[in-house]
Structures are given as structure tokens and as C-alpha cells.
């Protein structure tokens, strides 16, 4: 998506440790044209889909997750990281670990909000070693439903996550496909 | 507001504990449709107020900041609870405390995405105590930016945090308005 890979030309900053910094217009700061824009090229790559559901996890997807709610008229759900008091007993919860924050954590929905007849759309900001989406379609088979597809946003191909995914059969969207960022200089898949 | 204030009725839960349990539209399953319209009557009821940016904390106060940020056509701005790798060294931070998981902790933004020319709106999901409200104007003083106003989507307002921030002179909106939710029969403040 050729405005986002301007953006990301633009904005982002690559940071010792493979870190690609876009917390000025993604994941801290956030340009809410930008996610707009982005939901509806979700929207168009996704439209044949039925889908019936968003599901990302909490923190910095629920923005991008959220205008793809809106553009594709269904609800978004995104899975808690903590354990909380309004959160009901009854959850499915699958493990998650953090490369950005280095923790171990469990994910977890309420089991209401999801189940056989729902067809989703996982949605994410970021996909490098895809735990996170890992997560995701673990809770999605705990619920029966089922994976139409995952949008990502900026995609480091050259981990494992993508790969990954698409062996195992999921269709995943990168919006910008990041090829490396070696000496400071991103270059995009063609 | 009616369709809020109806929704609440019709899908919200009052659980032991003073607990409003809106997670099947608000702060777990979203409807993007109902953030959108939360947003346009913010936009409607702060519209002279020159907004330049939309703050809020992670996690369930991004979907409507986001959305408000899509209709003032500014950007949105999310204060992070977890040290991160990816947010620079250079931050404001405040203290916080959070009822609903009974922790204490801190909040952070990076000092580059707020300043002295921002008039801010402070966004969010619920007030009840206030201390998220609290964390985000501390971070708007340390920036020396202005507090132009405060969006809650749904008010305790038999807690002290609304008569406290409205005390200490800041414009706070309330969507809705609960005036007490006795033996599971939610009231609103007329």
C-alpha cells in the first residue's frame, strides 16, 4: 500500500535490535486518516470473505482493528492481556509471549463473544514472529470459528511469522511488506 | 445520550462490586457504529474548543479516541502502561491506579507528540475515581499543554472523580450519566 510505505519512509526510525519505531503515526501516536485509509484496503482485500468479526489483542491494534470494524460493519473484540474484575470467569485463554516487552502472558476473550458461526478477520499492527496471531487462532479454534483471514499492517517479512502463517495455510495481508532495514535503510518487498 | 443511555439498558450488566460490565459493546466486543456516533457528538459538543489532539490511556479508551481523532481530524495519542522497548527514553510519566485491576502504576508518552501549542481532549471509556483522567492531565501539565476538555463515554457520578475534575474547573462531558445502579436497576442523572 503505497501510502503507508511513504509514511513509513517518512516517520518510522529503525532502531538497534530490529526495532522498526512508528509510534508516530501507528502504535503510540496514532493518524486516525491513515487507519481509515488502511481499514478500507483491508476491506477491499477481505470483501469476498463474509467476514463477521474483528479480533486483535490489546494494546496497539485496537486502533487499526477498530476502523475495520466500522468499514466492514461487524464488531471488534480484542483479547485482554491482564486478568480483570470485569472480565467474566467463563474465558478461552491461550499463551502469548511479548519479543517487544520480553514477558510471558496469557491472552484471553470472553467465551460469549465468539464462537462457531463466526467467520474472522484477525487484525494486527505489527507481525514479526506472529505470536500474537498465534494467540489469536488459538482462541479462534477453542471457539470453532474460523480464521477468514489476517490484515497486518507492517509485516516484517524476513521473520519467521509470515512464513509461518501462510504454510500453515492462512491468508495474510501485509499492507507494507518490510523486505530489511539493514544500516537504517528500509527496503519493501516488490 | 439516548441511544448510549439505551444501549446501556439494554446490553450492560451491573456486576457485585459497583461493577458496570459494558464489554459486549464497549471495553471488550466493540460496536464501531456506536463509537462513531460517541465521536460525532463530542465533535458536536467540543467543536469551538480548537482542538489539537485526542489523549487517552491504553487499552479500552483507544476505540473512541480513535474514532474521535477520525472526526476532529487530529491525531490521537495513547499513554502506555508497560515499559516498552519501542518508546523512547524521553517520556513525561505520572502515576496511576487502576480499581478495576487493583494495581498501581505508571503511564508514559513520549515528550516528542504533546507541547505547549496542544489544546487537548481527554478521552475515555469510564469515570468513576478519576485517576486515569488524573494521570492524563498531570502528563498535559508536564507538557505544558492545555486541557481543553474531558470526553467520558459513561459516568459513575456518585464517584468522585466527575465532581473533582468539574471542582478543579475542567469541562467534562459524560455521554451518560449514571446516577445510581441500586440492586441491578441502572438510573441515569436527568
Redesign the interface.
Known sequence: MKILEERIQKDAAV?P?D?L?A???L???????L??QMAEEFKRLFVNEHITKILTV???G??IA??C??VF?V????A?K???????EDVYCAPIHSY???TDGTVR??K??LNAHDRVLIIDDFLANGCACQALIALCRQASAQVAGIGICIEKSWQEGGKQLRGAGYRVESLARIASMENGTICFLK
Open positions: 532502531l535490535g526495532i519505531k509510534d508516530s503515526f502504535n503510540h501516536q496514532i493518524d486516525p486518516e487507519m481509515m490489546e494494546a496497539s485496537i486502533a477498530c476502523m470494524g466500522y460493519h464488531p471488534v473484540l480484542f485482554k491482564a486478568k480483570t474484575s470485569n472480565l467474566s517487544t516487552h520480553q476473550i470472553s460469549q463473544y
